[in-house]
């Protein structure tokens, strides 16, 4: 294999891409700079074409038991996806931490190699590929590609050393989230508003642990996660409910607003942005991660025919022009998801008008 591809990041996306690129002929190595994998389950499933893209590397299977899921929501507005001609169920109840324990397994029989502990520092593009500068467990080192791909999230070193904007809307809106155990609570999977513009969720996730999400309309824009205790949360949960889950034992914790931005550029020469370092979102029914494997599937072949030489001129460049606009659609929809689900009773008549049209086929 020839010399191909940096991909920094090994979550879901970063992993899919390797995968991808090596599937289609080209030598690939991932960057990490987390040691270990974080655990975390963030976002729960995916969406039907994701699934799709998984099936077709034989890879769903490879998840266990899942859920399919025909009743869906937008911003808390039911639907049934069951009415359509044809299926677009989605996977539910599915962490993403399975997910990328599942692409890092199939990437080892692959012989594709994910270097933890290695952070990427800095790259200069030379006549004939990349040099990326790393931070790794023995010290500082450069390596030598012809791509540099950026997986690395919404706070991306990539896009950031790239020079490439990521314009967006400010937060308004902050949540909590938690995971628990310890408690027994009534399920909320889509979410359960209340007056004031509140809205509690509560997702059960198997074996006596529990997702809670809250929007107190009281919380700061931007709430601090690394700062983020158990006990505000459990207060909050209590303020708003009026049940107590000061007992329970949290296993993850996270606060977030609900900013949206999107990469200006998803290319800079040899550089490429996918997943959530080009199109960042608030935690909605998995749309980031979801949007994020499709970047991967629609790039990896395309840098492997890259490399290997067989690739028509202009062809890297559809990267952009195809998923480009996938990220503005994705961006409007998350805002209007957004407003029904986080708004107060001013958007009451939307999502009664919305409840209404959805109940046609028609419509749907």
């Known amino acids: 294999m020839k010399k191909g591809v940096i991909v920094a990041g090994a979550g879901p996306v970063g992993l899919m891409l390797a995968g991808e690129i090596h599937l289609g ?91 933890r502990g290695y952070e990427v520092t800095g790259f200069r593009e030379t006549p004939h590929g990349i040099a990326v500068s790393f931070d790794g467990p023995d010290g500082p080192g450069e390596d030598t590609a012809s791509y540099l791909v950026g997986c690395d999230g919404g706070r991306s070193t990539i896009r950031k050393l790239a020079g490439i904007d990521f314009p967006g809307s400010a937060s ?36 006596g642990r529990y997702r809670v999400v809250i929007h107190d309309a009281s919380l700061p824009p931007h709430p601090d996660s690394e700062a ?52 960042e979102i608030p935690p909605l029914a998995a749309w980031g991660l979801s949007a994020g494997l499709q970047d991967a599937v629609n790039l990896g072949w395309k840098l492997a025919a890259t490399v290997n030489g067989w690739a028509p001129d202009g062809l890297l460049d559809t990267y952009h022009t195809e998923r480009h606009p996938i990220g503005r659609q994705l961006i409007r929809n998350v805002k209007a998801a ?17 409840s209404e049209l959805v109940a046609y086929k028609d419509a749907a």
Request: glycine share 14%; aromatic share 8%.
């Open 25 to 115: 002929g080209a030598d690939v190595v991932v960057y990490d700079k987390l040691t270990t994998r974080t655990g975390e389950s963030r976002a729960l499933g995916f969406n039907r074409r994701a699934a799709e893209s998984l099936d077709q590397r034989g890879l769903l299977s490879r998840l266990g038991d899942y859920v399919w899921g025909p009743m869906g929501h937008f911003g808390g507005v039911r639907f049934d996806l069951g009415m359509l001609d044809d299926d677009h169920s989605g996977v539910l109840g599915l962490s993403q931490a399975k997910t990328e324990e599942m692409l890092e397994g199939w990437l080892g029989e692959l012989g594709v190699p994910v270097r």
């Open 172 to 207: 308004t809106r902050g949540m909590y989230t938690a995971e628990i155990t310890g408690v027994t609570l009534r399920p909320r999977p889509i979410g359960e508003r209340l007056p004031g513009g509140n809205m509690v969720l509560c997702t059960p996730l198997g074996e």
């Open 338 to 354: 957004s407003l029904l689900y986080l708004g107060g009773e001013e958007m009451d008549p939307v999502r009664s008008v919305m």
């Open 228 to 279: 983020l205790t158990f006990r505000q949360v459990a207060d909050a949960w209590q303020r708003l409910t009026g049940e107590s889950i000061h007992h329970a034992q949290a296993h993850w914790l996270w606060a977030c607003g609900n900013a949206a931005s999107l990469a200006a550029e998803y290319r800079r020469g040899r550089v490429f942005l996918a997943g959530d370092a080009a199109h």
